[in-house]
């Protein structure tokens, strides 16, 4: 009996290397290649450790990790859907619900639930601990395009309404972060890394 | 004040990056590439959620994830050392710990004293949480050569008598998780995965 749990547990581990074959959008800081879905999670998993003082309301800081770490496992499935593909967006909590009905049912049932569940948290982004992880998934592609100049917009011909639009929700885990993430949006147009959506190289 | 010390926390968290450049010697569970360490940290922080009921002893979940999320962030610096070079093993405590005061000094004092002391507890392997952390990394490898048919032990010539010695103390994290240990370990030797030591092919 604990055999067969253990080898649920360990045939869920080895289905989740999968994660670390799904490229995003971003790039490394050092612009040497697309990050992946994996290593992402690990560091915002990072980011809830050394920035929690920062959210609005307190947070149980092992609920918010464990949301970061999972909070793309459905991409295995699923693929990554880019925050600014609003085509991928219709189906997208579609594809992911099949994708984590099928991923966290690999697990004995009882931890299955609990990880299931603490992923519709997550998706609902009701719960101050799903807001503030929301806000970490937000901000670190900004970092990231600030520190690589603006590559993955550029590449995509984001410009700064869209990254205002869809970043906008960073307040509601974090006054304090999306404090930082309008400075960095508007560096950014300062700067030349990010498209004003008043430029006249937008217009098609 | 906030701001400086946030600002010391965003550096910390884009200088991690570069943990995702750091490549290790075992492959992904398909065979397509090797991994890196923070994509490795991400699936020890997984390991550490689905796995925690098997450790020996009561443990701290949230320590246990945290100690699996920064314990190879000294790598930026010292490099990945093999588990099975000991050429390597000879200066690594000083090279880590050389990593550790500079990496970890970029967080605002009070996080990076924190952070730098669960490390080291980590490293000393004296305290349950430090033994199920250990326990994870040395299992975690076990798992990618199993499915992979031993590949990273073949091109480094590695024998069963060496991941033996080099993974026994799995048991002092748990006894449930060095029987599973053992049992792939004994399975691989039995398929070829893994050169038994008495194999004519080692002697030189």
Redesign the interface.
């Known amino acids: 009996m604990?055999l067969n749990r253990?080898r649920q547990?360990?045939d869920?581990?080895?289905e989740?290397?999968?994660?670390?074959?799904v490229v995003r959008r971003s790039y490394?800081?050092?612009g040497?290649r697309r990050?992946?879905s994996?290593?992402h999670?690990?560091?915002l998993?990072?980011?809830a450790?050394?920035?929690t003082e920062?959210a609005n309301a307190p947070v149980d800081?092992?609920r918010v990790?464990?949301m970061v770490?999972?909070h793309d496992i459905v991409e295995i499935d699923a693929g990554d859907t880019y925050i600014y593909d609003t085509q991928g967006a219709l189906d997208k909590a579609q594809r992911e619900q099949q994708a984590a009905d099928r991923i966290f049912a690999l697990?004995p049932a009882d931890?299955a639930q609990e990880?299931q569940s603490l992923w519709e948290e997550f998706e609902a982004r009701e719960t101050p601990d799903a807001r503030f992880a929301t806000t970490l998934d937000r901000l670190m592609p900004l970092?990231?395009n600030y520190?690589t100049a603006g590559r993955s917009w550029q590449e995509h011909g984001i410009t700064s309404n869209q990254v205002l639009a869809n970043n906008a929700r960073i307040g509601e885990g974090s006054e304090?972060l999306w404090e930082?993430a309008s400075n960095l949006i508007a560096d950014s147009v300062a700067k030349g890394y990010l498209a004003s959506a008043s430029d006249p190289e937008d217009k098609p």
């Open positions: 604990i253990l547990q360990i869920f581990i080895i989740i290397d999968k994660l670390k074959s490394l800081a050092d040497s990050e992946n994996a290593e999670s690990w560091q998993a990072m980011m450790v050394v920035l920062h800081l092992l990790i464990t770490l999972i697990l931890q990880l970092l990231h520190v304090t930082l």
